[in-house]
């Protein structure tokens, strides 16, 4: 796998609360980011970014922004953090940006969405990176970074076959550690996503059937308990695809979210917004990831039904 | 197990949807009726009954109200139509009014009441019944009744054990079928039970969950294999209790719900008006009765929970 070019322009499709956030930060310690805006386009071309943020405030008055990919310079790192639910309009978004010894870096909830894109640029091009903030877009280029913000990135191999540590990775994750980005590295994509997985399968999909916050949830013996059940689940699940984590990081993910300030999950958040929910990403691939390798997720897949029924509901969208 | 007298005086405890209409029916036919009031004692005192049907309206001016059962007359045959949350106070409200020679008849849903009921009273003096009715309780004394009406009794016995078509029940179905309701009777209470589960655990628990009324739930794809998964559990269920409903129950259970006017189920309701929902019956109850059986019900099981997260959430209690 090649390295990296020593000039490092990096690529932000999708300048919203965490692609905003995280391009605005490279930015800010000197990197060159080009920023693709769909409704923001105007404000942010005029007004540049605004970050709130735990680790500081800052305003870019001045952003590379565009409307459109055609119009801009390839880079060789190329930041997807559109919802997963955008994810169609890849095959269209990357050729045009993705410079031939660039990455594509995809900074997403889930599973199964490396593969896609590597049909689209090859695998050997593509990092999966995921994202430990509370972060929200408040308005027009306008960023409130509430809590954490580091981000594990991880090679993806074909089949999310484990790839280990590779010079670029650590590249980009000296860039990102440059932006003042704690970032870490995984050997294996597909464990971390499935870990990742542990945590939000159940508290992104409880959140929209209980229309509450981490807190409620954690607070509520039976929320809790049913947090746990599908916990275990889902740990069920990554051993079918041959990634083992341990019993233990259950009770620590219930402890940690015990500590955690009262938090809506993005999934909550779009369910309010009326946007469409993640359901392939963070249940579907999961659900059929796991089936292939002989394991069924019963109340996993209860909860996917459920989230269809609600979030078709929620956008008025005949069955 | 004895037969009822010739004279038999009905008493009414819970003067709603369910005790209002089958009272007021029952009344009208020219038995004895003494109703139990609690919030529309006033009005129902001064201004009677009022019941719109789609059998036919009719207005009871005048009617035995009464706010405390210490205030009534010992009767034949006591309904029980409160709401299954309310049934802790039976062993205070039926001592005074259940005559030596006469009989509770059960009007709920759900599955357990009986066996308690039958502690206080004692089991040869305890009839289950199932109501297959669209009513509403509209305003202060003022009966909606929408559609359906039929009422199925069953004799209890001592751990559910079946008991035939006794005489008594036949006796209880003449007195109903003069006052106009289509009233079957079954030889296996918790038979009947667990097939009336069967609609009510998916149907009443999915509605709370998705907010929807049956047409919406039958009508999506997701709600309704949802539904249908649910039902060959409680089937599962209802085995473990020794009781084998035939698989095609299923299929012609959803096609009557396709056929049904749009319906808001009696939990849907509940929760909308903020009261407690009945889930100890209807969910927590043939829970316990199928574990006792060997059998889990895992998906029935987190819907009872998400169901208890709800209602507490919904009705402000802290967990």
Chains 1, 2 share one sequence.
């Not at 993705?98 to 889930?110: F, S, T």
């Not at 990176?129 to 509430?146: A, D």
């Amino acid at each position: 796998m090649a390295v990296l070019p020593e000039t490092r322009r990096y690529a932000v499709l999708g300048t919203g609360a965490l692609g905003g956030f995280y391009g605005a930060k490279l930015q800010q310690a000197g990197f060159t980011v080009h920023f693709l805006l769909h409704s923001d386009y105007d404000h942010v071309r005029q007004k540049g970014l605004w970050v709130e943020s735990c680790w500081g405030d800052f305003h870019l008055p001045q952003v590379n922004a565009y409307a459109a990919v055609e119009e801009m310079p390839v880079c060789e790192g190329v930041i997807v953090a559109l919802k997963a639910t955008q994810n169609h309009l890849l095959p269209r978004l990357l050729p045009p940006v993705l410079a031939d010894n660039g990455v594509v870096i995809l900074l997403q909830n889930g599973l199964g969405a490396e593969p896609e894109i590597a049909n689209w640029v090859g695998p050997e091009r593509v990092i999966g990176g995921l994202c430990f903030i509370s972060s929200n877009k408040v308005g027009p280029g306008h960023i409130c970074h509430l809590d954490y913000g580091s981000v594990l990135l991880a090679e993806y191999g074909p089949g999310y076959a484990p790839q280990g540590i590779t010079p670029r990775l650590q590249q980009v994750q000296a860039d990102f550690q440059r932006a003042g980005i704690p970032t870490s590295l995984s050997p294996d994509l597909m464990l971390a996503r499935w870990q990742k997985l542990v945590w939000n399968i159940p508290f992104n999909g409880l959140s929209v059937i209980f229309n509450a916050d981490t807190q409620q949830m954690i607070r509520d013996p039976e929320a809790r308990a049913l947090a746990e059940t599908l916990m275990h689940e889902v740990i069920q699940g990554a051993a079918a695809c041959g990634r083992h984590l341990p019993q233990t990081l259950i009770s620590e993910m219930l402890a940690s979210t015990e500590k955690m300030a009262p938090y809506r999950t993005s999934m909550k958040i779009d369910y309010e917004r009326k946007r469409p929910l993640e359901l392939e990403a963070i249940f579907a691939n999961p659900l059929r990831y796991a089936q292939q390798g002989g394991i069924q997720m019963p109340r996993v897949e209860m909860l996917y039904r459920q989230l269809q029924v609600l979030d078709r509901l929620n956008r008025g969208i005949p069955a």
